[in-house]
């Protein structure tokens, strides 16, 4: 999100998005040190006329329509993959049958067993088995309904993930500033980002004044990162002409 921008344009600042889009990133959980490695990239070390004659863009026109096209139908839409969809039923049957919760399922059938097999050559047998058997099925159960609603949980938290992504961007297209849906944004595309705006995809920025991102749901870091036109690291998750 950006924090702060004024640019000579206005309240903007013009940006270029780099190769790797959204879409593109890997869908895994990995910790810092293993994102800054697998994150190969030189489009920020790039001199700007350099990166711009490879995007085939334009600082003052953008991309034209005939590119953008072909960018959006080559690398997809700019947005997160969604993760494979699994029926609640599935998803609870799992919670209810797997892992340790099969143990106490066959430990609970061992003591409900023995008690039959004790019932059959005795009177009036001990239920101490009956009553284990009794107390694990209650465990498993109890158990598995509590996982099911603590993996529906953070299943809602990573949907709310999706409302980080903005709806609109504002593009330099033909040469004319135009809005378009955010999951629209190519490779190539001049971007504009004010005060308050989500950045719509990975950025190489070109022009700006006093801009930061709030980077803490990518790193961590609490507080507002400055960013510039500079390169700053070698590491693309360091340096300050890039936002995420």
Not at 121 to 141: C, M, Q, S
Not at 149 to 157: C, G, H, L, T
Not at 169 to 184: P, Q
Request: proline letters at 3%.
């Amino acid at each position: 999100m950006a924090d702060s921008v004024e640019t000579k344009t206005g309240s903007y600042s013009g940006a270029v998005n780099v190769v790797k889009n959204k879409h593109e990133k890997k869908n895994k959980k990995i910790n810092l040190e293993d994102l800054k490695k697998e994150l190969e990239m030189c489009e920020h070390k790039m001199e700007i006329t350099d990166l711009l004659k490879s995007l085939e863009t334009c600082v003052d026109t953008g991309l034209t329509a005939s590119v953008a096209a072909r960018n959006l139908e080559r690398d997809g839409p700019n947005a997160l993959t969604p993760q494979k969809q699994t029926s609640e039923l599935v998803k609870f049957l799992k919670q209810m049958f797997g892992g340790f919760a099969m143990l106490l399922w066959v430990g609970a059938a061992l003591c409900v067993f023995a008690y039959i097999i004790r019932s059959t050559r005795e009177e009036n047998p001990p239920k101490d088995e009956l009553y284990l058997g009794i107390a694990l099925t209650v465990t498993v159960i109890l158990s598995g309904f509590f996982s099911y609603y603590q993996e529906a949980k953070s299943s809602r938290i990573m949907d709310s993930f999706k409302k980080m992504i903005p709806q609109e961007a504002v593009v330099l297209r033909d040469g004319k500033k135009v809005t378009i849906n955010a999951v629209d944004c190519v490779v190539g595309d001049i971007t504009f980002v004010k005060f308050g705006d989500r950045i719509p995809a990975d950025i190489r920025i070109i022009d700006c004044r006093g801009l930061k991102v709030d980077n803490s749901s990518l790193t961590g870091e609490s507080e507002p990162q400055s960013r510039g036109t500079e390169c700053s690291s070698d590491n693309p998750i360091e340096t300050k002409n890039l936002a995420f």
